[in-house]
C-alpha cells in the first residue's frame, strides 16, 4: 500500500495546515481558511462529536473511547437488506389501507401488517464495518485536535510533541494515518462491531437495536503477517465486507498506514477483496486528496460578516462533499457516519423521502456542486425499475412512486404507514430532476432521465387519482407528513396540500420539460392535468394541512407549505395576494410555537424568512439551530441541547438534513434565482454592511459573483455556461434587466 513518505509533504504548523505549500494555495485561491474547520482542545467522547471524514463511499469517526483513539470506519453501501416479509401479504396494498381507513375505520389491522413489525425487526438498516484503535495512554494530555476543511486533513498534536495526521482519500475505500514524534512503539488494533453480545447501558440508545439483534456470526479478524490485519465479515445474504489494515514503522518515533474496505454482494461492491486491493502509497495518496479538494472549493466561496454562520456554511459544504460523491450511494439519514455505539443507526440509518433526504440536496445546486447533487438523481434512476414494481404491487397501477422510507436498493422498509407509504414521495423527488437540469441546462439529461423519470410519476398520479362530486381529482387517500402520528385521521379523505404540492409541482415541471423537448401535445396534456386538480386548501391563518384541518398545534415538519419553499408554486413575486397568504402561513407557524419542533425545523423555516426578504428572521433562525442544535463537530442532533426552550425535544439523535438545509438558507440570503429572476442578496440582515460570495450557481447554468460594501451592491458578474437568456434584478437601475448571453460569456453590472 506504502512507499516511504517524502516527509517534506507532511511539515509546517499545526496551526495553519498540514502543509506550507497548502497554506500558500489557500491564500492564493481564497479555500477555507483554519478557523472554517474543527478546533478542539480534546478529543471528542461521543460518536456523534466526533471528527468527520469521508469521500462518499468510505467513511470515518475519530474519538476517544475508553482511554483509546478510535477510528470508527464505515461504508455507504453496507447495508443489512433482507425482504420485510409482511410485504408479501396481498394485504400489503394501498387499497387494503383505503378499506380499512374509510370503510372499517379500524387502524389495528393497518398497524400489525406495517408498522408494528419495525418494533420488533432490526432489519432491514445500514450497518457499520469496524473501526481501528490506538492505546495513546502513553502519550499524555491532548493538546489540540484540528480538521482543516480546505484539506479534510484531521491533525491531533499532544503536549509531548507526538502528532498524528489522518485522512480518508477524496477517491478510494480506505484511510490513511501518520503519526511523528512518538515516544514510545504504537500500533494499531482492528476492531469488529459488536455483532455478538451486550454493550454497555452508557452507549445504549432508546428506540434503537442492539446489532448483536441481526444475528451475524462474529467476523475473523487474523495476521496474514506482521503489521497486517485483515478482518472479514459475513452480512445477511450475500453481503459481507473486508477490512485490511497494514502499518510500518519506518523509523523511530515514527508510525505510517492505511488500510481499504471493500464489499460483496453490493451495487457498488469492488472486483478485488480488501487485501488485495492496490492503493497509491500514503505520499501519492495524499497529493491526489488534496488536488481533489482543492478543485471542490474553488467551485464557490462566501464572505460574511457573520463568523459562526461563514464557518457553519464550511462546515456543511465540508461534509456535502465528504458525504455525495458520483458512483456512490446518496446521503442518507447519517450518511458513512453511521453510530458507533454497538447499535444500528437512529431510524436505520435509511432513506427518509417525507423530508431527510430531499433537505440533504438542498445546498449542493446554488453552492455550484452540481457532480455531488447529480448522486441523488443517479440513485433514484438506479432504483427507478424497482419502483415501478413497488408501484404496480403497492398501489396497483402502472407509473411511478418511490417507497418513502426505503433500503439503499430502493426497497420499503415501513414505518408509520401515513408517511412511509406515502402516494405522492416521488413528486418530491421530481423536483430533483427538474433541478439538476435547470441548474446545469444539461439537455442531454433532460432527454433521457429527468423527463422520463417525471413523466411515469405524473403518470402514475393521472392513474391513482380518482373524480370528486365537483369533477376536481383527488387521491382515495392522502396525508401530510407526521401529522397526527399514526392515528386514523393521519389520513385525509381530501388530498393534503403536501401532497397536493408534490401533485402540481410533477404537472408544472413535466410541462416544462415537454415544451423544451418540442412535445406540444404532451405539455398540453399536462396543463390539463393540473387544471384538473384543486387549488391550495387555505383560511385567515394561511395554507392549512388539508381542506377542514388548519395547522394548529406545534409540528416539526412544515409540510403544508411545500408549495411555496421550495417549490416556487406560490410566491412573493405574484402579488399581493400570494404575499399575504405566504406571510399568514409563516405567522401560524411562529404563533403556535416551537414546542414540537427539530433542529431541521428551524433551517426550514430560515429559508422561508429569506425567500419573503427577512434576512433577520433568516438570521435569528440560523444561530438558534447552530447554537442549541448541533453538535461541537457541527452534526444536527434534532433535539434541543442546551435545554433552552427552543424544543421539548432534547434528545440526541444525529441526521444530517439540518446541517445541508442550513448551508440553503444562507444561500437563498445570498443569491435567489427560483422565479426565473436572478436576485442578488435578496434577504441580508440589516446588520450585515460587507458581504460577497463567488461563482454562486443559479437556474439557467448561470455562475454569479458579487460584492456588497458598506451596505450597498458595487458589483456583479454573472458568467452563462450554456447561454441563453438571463434575467436579474438589477439593484444598479432598479429594475429587471434581460440580455441574450451567448455561451462563456461573462457580463458585469456595477455603477
Known amino acids: 500500500m506504502m512507499m516511504d513518505v517524502k516527509y517534506i509533504l507532511i511539515i509546517g504548523t499545526l496551526w495553519m495546515g498540514l502543509f506550507t505549500s497548502c497554506i500558500d494555495r489557500v491564500e492564493e485561491n481564497k479555500l477555507p481558511q483554519p478557523y472554517h474547520g474543527l478546533n478542539l482542545a480534546e478529543l471528542p467522547q461521543r460518536w456523534d462529536e466526533a471528527i468527520p471524514l469521508g469521500n462518499g463511499l468510505t467513511g470515518g469517526l475519530l474519538w476517544q473511547k475508553d482511554g483509546k483513539l478510535r477510528l470508527a470506519i464505515d461504508r455507504a453501501d453496507l447495508w443489512d437488506l433482507r ?15 383505503c378499506d380499512q381507513v374509510i370503510r372499517k375505520k379500524d387502524m389495528r389491522p393497518v398497524h400489525a401488517l406495517i408498522d408494528d413489525r419495525t418494533a420488533n425487526d432490526p432489519a432491514p438498516t445500514k450497518i457499520p464495518a469496524g473501526a481501528l484503535e490506538f492505546d495513546i495512554h502513553k502519550l499524555g494530555k491532548v493538546k489540540k485536535v484540528a480538521l482543516d476543511v480546505a484539506t479534510a486533513v484531521c491533525t491531533i498534536l499532544w503536549e509531548n510533541g507526538t502528532q498524528a495526521y489522518f485522512f480518508i482519500p477524496a477517491e478510494g475505500n480506505g484511510g490513511y494515518f501518520r503519526f511523528e514524534h512518538l515516544p514510545d512503539t504504537l500500533s494499531p488494533a482492528l476492531v469488529a462491531p459488536l455483532y455478538q453480545g451486550r454493550i454497555t447501558e452508557s452507549d445504549r440508545q432508546p428506540g434503537v437495536n442492539d446489532l448483536s439483534a441481526l ?54 461492491s469492488e472486483d478485488a477483496d480488501a487485501a488485495n486491493h492496490s492503493d497509491a502509497d500514503l505520499d501519492e495518496a495524499l497529493a491526489s486528496h488534496r488536488n481533489w479538494w482543492e478543485r471542490y472549493w474553488k467551485q464557490s466561496s462566501i464572505t460574511l460578516p457573520d463568523t459562526l454562520l461563514e464557518r457553519q456554511w464550511y462546515l456543511e459544504m465540508y461534509k456535502f462533499g465528504a458525504a455525495s460523491r458520483r458512483q456512490a450511494p446518496p446521503i442518507s439519514l447519517q450518511a458513512i457516519w453511521t453510530a458507533d455505539n454497538g447499535q444500528t443507526p437512529p431510524w436505520r440509518g435509511d432513506f427518509h423521502s417525507d423530508l431527510n433526504t430531499q433537505l440533504s440536496y438542498w445546498a449542493g445546486y446554488t453552492a455550484n456542486h452540481l457532480e455531488e447533487s447529480a448522486v441523488f438523481t443517479d440513485w433514484l434512476w438506479k432504483i427507478k425499475e424497482k419502483s415501478e414494481q413497488f408501484t404496480r404491487q403497492f398501489f396497483q397501477v402502472e407509473g411511478l412512486n418511490v417507497p418513502c422510507i426505503a433500503t439503499l436498493t430502493g426497497q420499503p422498509i415501513g414505518g408509520w404507514s401515513p408517511y412511509s407509504h406515502s402516494p405522492t414521495a416521488a413528486g418530491w423527488l421530481s423536483y430533483y430532476f427538474y433541478q439538476q437540469w435547470k441548474y446545469s441546462m444539461d439537455s442531454e439529461f433532460l432527454k433521457e432521465r429527468a423527463y422520463p423519470w417525471v ?6 398520479f393521472e392513474n391513482v387519482s380518482v373524480y370528486d362530486e365537483q369533477g376536481k381529482r383527488k387521491l382515495p387517500l392522502s396525508s401530510s407528513p407526521e401529522i397526527n402520528d399514526n392515528r386514523i385521521d393521519a389520513w385525509f379523505t381530501n388530498t393534503t396540500n403536501y401532497d397536493l404540492a408534490n401533485i402540481r409541482i410533477t404537472y408544472t415541471v413535466a410541462k416544462e420539460m415537454a415544451e423544451t423537448l418540442g412535445l406540444k401535445d ?39 407549505l411545500l408549495s411555496f419553499h421550495p417549490f416556487g408554486l406560490i410566491d412573493v413575486s405574484q402579488g399581493i395576494k400570494a404575499t399575504n397568504l405566504i406571510l399568514r402561513s409563516i405567522k401560524n407557524v411562529e404563533d403556535l410555537g416551537p414546542d414540537y419542533w427539530t433542529g431541521y425545523t428551524y433551517a426550514w423555516l430560515a429559508n422561508m424568512k429569506a425567500r419573503v426578504a427577512d434576512g433577520n428572521g433568516a438570521l435569528r433562525n440560523l444561530h438558534i439551530f447552530i447554537n442549541a442544535f448541533c453538535s461541537p463537530n457541527s452534526f444536527h442532533l434534532n433535539g434541543d441541547q442546551t435545554k433552552s426552550g427552543y424544543s421539548q425535544y432534547t434528545y440526541r439523535p444525529f441526521t444530517l438534513e439540518g446541517n445541508f438545509a442550513c448551508a440553503a438558507a444562507i444561500q437563498e440570503m445570498l443569491l435567489q434565482s427560483h422565479t426565473g429572476v436572478i436576485k442578488v442578496f435578496p434577504a441580508l440582515p440589516t446588520s450585515w454592511k460587507d458581504v460577497s460570495f463567488r461563482n454562486l450557481r443559479a437556474m439557467g447554468a448561470f455562475l454569479v459573483s458579487a460584492s ?20 436579474i434584478a438589477n439593484p444598479f437601475t432598479n429594475g429587471i434587466t434581460e440580455k441574450m448571453m451567448k455561451p462563456g460569456e461573462t457580463v458585469t453590472f456595477g455603477k
Do not use: C
Open 708 to 727: 456588497y460594501i458598506n451596505g450597498e451592491v458595487v458589483s456583479i458578474t454573472v458568467t452563462s455556461e450554456k447561454g441563453g437568456w438571463i434575467k
Open 455 to 460: 413523466k411515469e410519476v405524473a403518470r402514475f
Open 83 to 97: 425482504p420485510v416479509e409482511a410485504f408479501d401479504s396481498p394485504d400489503h396494498t394501498y387499497q387494503f389501507i
Open 522 to 560: 404532451e405539455a398540453a396534456h399536462y396543463a390539463r392535468q393540473l387544471s384538473e386538480w384543486p387549488e391550495e386548501a387555505m383560511d385567515e391563518n394561511g395554507l392549512l394541512i388539508a381542506p377542514g384541518k388548519p395547522m394548529n398545534e406545534s409540528h416539526r415538519h412544515l409540510s403544508h
Open 215 to 268: 444475528g451475524y456470526p462474529s467476523g475473523a479478524i487474523t495476521s496474514p503477517a506482521p503489521g497486517r490485519l485483515l478482518y472479514r465479515q459475513q452480512a445477511w445474504g450475500d453481503v459481507s465486507y473486508e477490512i485490511a489494515l497494514q502499518w510500518k514503522q519506518p523509523r523511530t518515533g515514527v508510525l505510517e498506514g492505511g488500510y481499504n474496505v471493500t464489499s460483496k454482494g453490493t451495487w457498488y
